[in-house]
């Protein structure tokens, strides 16, 4: 007899630790959350019955510390303990040290852990198995001598792999001889590094790979199943970018012979809870069910198993709930149904354009779809409106999930889910994955995991601003939107008639590049009627009708029919249409100078930035409104100026990268006199 759990403790963050939450709540089992400093106001904490602070923000002072987690399970009556991915989960001896507490470990053994951890004995095991591995050395022996011969004999290109890599680290191809030893000793420093070994494995690099999974399930009868394959052959830098189920084009035998792979590896280790068998494929000459090879697998629920879920209408942390407290899996593979076409997409704070370098930053505007054209909509997420993407962790925003009738309804659902999603406050790969999910050959299913790389150029194209999008920032920023209530064209702006002609004045900055910062134009606004403004600059004006419709502006004028929301941001207002997002800075001398702060005698950084120029310098005498620097941010150059009249005591240097609040300028007491004087 086995009873469910009526406590459990989730050792992560972020969208899997409310992931798990979620299901835990189904099924009425208690939850308690564990955070760090900067998850002090996270969602999953939230939403859990119970949360544990555990330490700092960085992970190695809180969700890497098995011992406090651990505690935290014991202080507040939790029997078991869910790792989600990363961090702890594929920890042999955090397993063995719950096991000790007497707690359940949401997992496989610790044991199951140890085979797979090491991909070199991992792969000596399932040879043995009986499970197709790919040709390559995974030996002990590491001197160059031997791993070059080696490479020879399995014949270039060939690829270095850590032993104890992950996250695609520590992997380095090789296409000659020549290369062999400098990519050796660079794949060593990093695996050390990464990993603290720098032993490696030599394998044969499959020409037109393709990463095709599989899911598997075990329990503690003995009894394992697969749940189908995943296809996440849409890789940067060997990390998945997309994924979906079933794989594209599999035929009825790859299908047969993966999934009978991998439940034959599942079983060479008596494996217990859901894990992954990543096996890569040659798709060189079409799938063929003779050209796949074990790789890897993963001891752990995988990032994308919500596709796996959408096909079978399972729900994988149930299961893992249920083997963990004893019970038999739910079904028998007979009965695990496979319907449709799931896909995946990784949202990420991130910008393209700038090698997609990690981005932080305040979702001052969150908007997900709740519906899409042609299928269901799925979205997984650990952040709300206003939450913070911290440097301390995977600046994941949300894993968005679609599901259809096939495979091309699950990619027309997919580019409508992107282009639905409205994020200000941070720089997204949204464009870049929508760009992904229109790409020619990946919509014939023509997929392998150099696709990205090379069509990198037409992939990262910027999205231009639509017509329309400057005049309804500068309409936003003049506070006159604020007066059209009512959806009814005929009474918007009724009573503000009489401030005709008034010119409203508005400064903009508009959105810079890496290479020029955007320009800054005056504006005035007038009010026409009830519904009709002039945005003017000193050489241009233009009329508008501004409609409201729902949450959006439906704004029309010459050459502009825009359909856009508005969300003020820091120092600026962002203006959302359907697949782009717009940043313009606004910049008010008196009020910017109230914000930053600059009602004490110092200046502080409203957002954390870059110091870009500094235009005053310690000992200079200013004037209230003069420009003392400009602080990039957010891709927007904000203009900092003196709040009023005084001598600076001391300034921020050019260069600097400032975080927020950090003062910007400090100044002396005033002297009237001296400033008179000048
Ligand atoms: P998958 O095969 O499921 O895509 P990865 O091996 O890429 O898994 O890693 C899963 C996730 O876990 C990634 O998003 C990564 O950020 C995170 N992760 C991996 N290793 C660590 C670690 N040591 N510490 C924290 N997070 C990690
Ligand atoms: P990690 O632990 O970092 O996930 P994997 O062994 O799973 O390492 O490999 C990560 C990715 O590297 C794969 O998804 C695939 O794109 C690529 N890769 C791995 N092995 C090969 C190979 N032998 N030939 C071609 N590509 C490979
Ligand atoms: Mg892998």
Partial sequence: MTRMFSRILIANRGEIACRVIRTAQKMGVGTVAVYSDADATALHVAMADEAVHIGGSSVSESYLRADRIIQAAIDTGAEAIHPGYGFLSENPGFVDAVVKAGLVFIGPSADSIRAMGLKDAAKRLMEKAGVPVVPGYHGEAQELVVLASKAREIGYPVLIKARAGGGGKGMRKVDNPEDFAEALGSARREAKSAFGDDRVLVEKYVSKPRHIEVQVFGDNHGNAVHLYERDCSLQRRHQKVIEEAPAPDITVEMRAAMTAAAVKAAKAINYSGAGTIEFIVDASQGLRADGFWFMEMNTRLQVEHPVTEMITGLDLVEWQLRVAAGEPLPLTQKQIPLNGHAVE???????????????????????????????????????????????????????????????????????????????????????????????????????????????????????????????????????????????????????????????????????????????????????????????????????????????????????????AKTAAIPQGVAVIARGVVATFALIDPLQRADEAGGAGDRLIAPMPGLVKSVRAAAGDLVKKGQILLVLEAMKMEHTITAPHDGKIAEIVKEGAQVKEKTALVRFEELETAELTNK
């Fill in 345 to 563: 997409a990784r949202l990420y704070a991130e910008d393209p354009a700038k090698g997609f370098l990690p981005a932080i930053g305040t979702l001052h505007h969150l908007t997900f779809p709740a519906s899409v054209a042609e299928g269901t909509v799925r979205i997984e997420t650990g952040v709300r409106p206003d939450d913070t993407i911290s440097p301390y962790y995977d600046p994941m925003i949300a894993k968005i999930v679609v599901h259809a009738k096939d495979r091309p309804a699950a990619l027309r659902a997919m580019e409508d889910a992107l282009l639905q999603t409205e994020i200000a406050g941070t720089v997204t790969n949204a464009a870049f994955l929508a760009a992904l999910v229109r790409h020619e050959g990946f919509a014939a299913g023509d997929v392998d995991t150099g696709l990205i790389d090379r069509d990198l150029h037409s992939l990262v194209v910027p999205v231009a601003m639509p017509a329309g999008a400057k005049e309804l920032a500068v309409l936003h920023a003049s506070g006159l939107l604020t007066k059209i209530a009512s959806d009814d064209p005929w009474t918007a702006l009724r009573g503000y008639s009489h401030h005709a002609r008034s010119h409203y004045p508005v400064t903009l900055g508009e959105p810079g590049t890496s290479d020029a910062p955007g320009q800054t134009t005056r504006y005035g606004v007038a009010v026409l009627s009830d519904d009709r403004f002039e945005v003017a600059t000193p050489d241009t004006a233009v009329e508008l009708r501004v409609r409201r419709s729902g949450e959006s502006w439906h704004i029309t004028g010459k050459r502009i029919n825009l359909t």
